[in-house]
T-cell receptor, first 114, second 113 residues
Framework: AAGVIQSPRHLIKEKRETATLKCYPIPRHDTVYWYQQGPGQDPQFLISFYEKMQSDKGSIPDRFSAQQFSDYHSELNMSSLELGDSALYFC?????????????FGQGTRLTVV | KNQVEQSPQSLIILEGKNCTLQCNYTVSPFSNLRWYKQDTGRGPVSLTIMTFSENTKSNGRYTATLDADTKQSSLHITASQLSDSASYICVVSRGSTLGRLYFGRGTQLTVWP
């Protein structure tokens, strides 16, 4: 079965550069979540989308933006990168229109800012 | 404040032994509680999901329990294997609002031969 696909798997950027992370949810899933997980830390919720509309917003910096497109894939855009942005970025998808269904996670994108 | 607390923070057990991980939450309104296994550098993989009305659910050697009254859950692992070494994360979904999963910090389990 198809899973959540994230790209790229690894990304190295310099300070003040821009990065774009992509997430392709499981087909027919209507909700996408973005999480940031620093080294040795628990995942921090950034933002989520339901049916292409932002549904919830967490600790996402103003330097970051995200959107969900008509084909339900989502992109997390990160500008003016800082060393502290180095982390594992996870995307998850679920079918929230049906209550209590699983959220499935991608393998993550490891971003390293140097 | 919506929070998920897990204990212990880390645990080392010998192969073949059993262990129990704990999760307490204050997320409200409660929708469901999920246990995930996360290998280092990988995405979390779902083990179980339980709703308000479910007290226990098993998935192979993993058995999760839920007491919605006391807002506590446990994950019991039987006959541990070396491959069980991972972080086990308790995640609670808040009802009525789409899009928010609350994560615990996880319990780092190490299984020694």
């Amino acid at each position: 079965a198809a899973g959540v696909i994230q790209s790229p798997r690894h990304l190295i950027k310099e300070k003040r550069e821009t990065a774009t992370l992509k997430c392709y949810p499981i087909p027919r899933h209507d909700t996408v979540y973005w999480y940031q997980q620093g080294p040795g830390q628990d995942p921090q919720f950034l933002i989520s989308f339901y049916e292409k509309m932002q549904s919830d917003k967490g600790s996402i910096p103003d330097r970051f933006s995200a959107q969900q497109f008509s084909d339900y894939h989502s992109e997390l855009n990160m500008s003016s990168l800082e060393l502290g942005d180095s982390a594992l970025y996870f995307c998850a998808s679920s079918l929230e229109s049906i209550m209590n269904t699983e959220a499935f996670f991608g393998q993550g994108t490891r971003l390293t800012v140097v | 404040k919506n929070q998920v607390e897990q204990s212990p923070q880390s645990l080392i057990i010998l192969e073949g032994k059993n262990c129990t991980l704990q999760c307490n939450y204050t997320v409200s309104p409660f929708s469901n509680l999920r246990w995930y296994k996360q290998d280092t550098g990988r995405g979390p993989v779902s083990l179980t999901i339980m709703t308000f009305s479910e007290n226990t659910k098993s998935n192979g050697r993993y058995t999760a329990t839920l007491d919605a009254d006391t807002k506590q859950s446990s994950l019991h692992i039987t006959a541990s294997q070396l491959s069980d070494s991972a972080s086990y994360i308790c995640v609670v979904s808040r009802g009525s609002t789409l899009g928010r999963l609350y994560f615990g910090r996880g319990t780092q389990l190490t299984v020694w031969p």
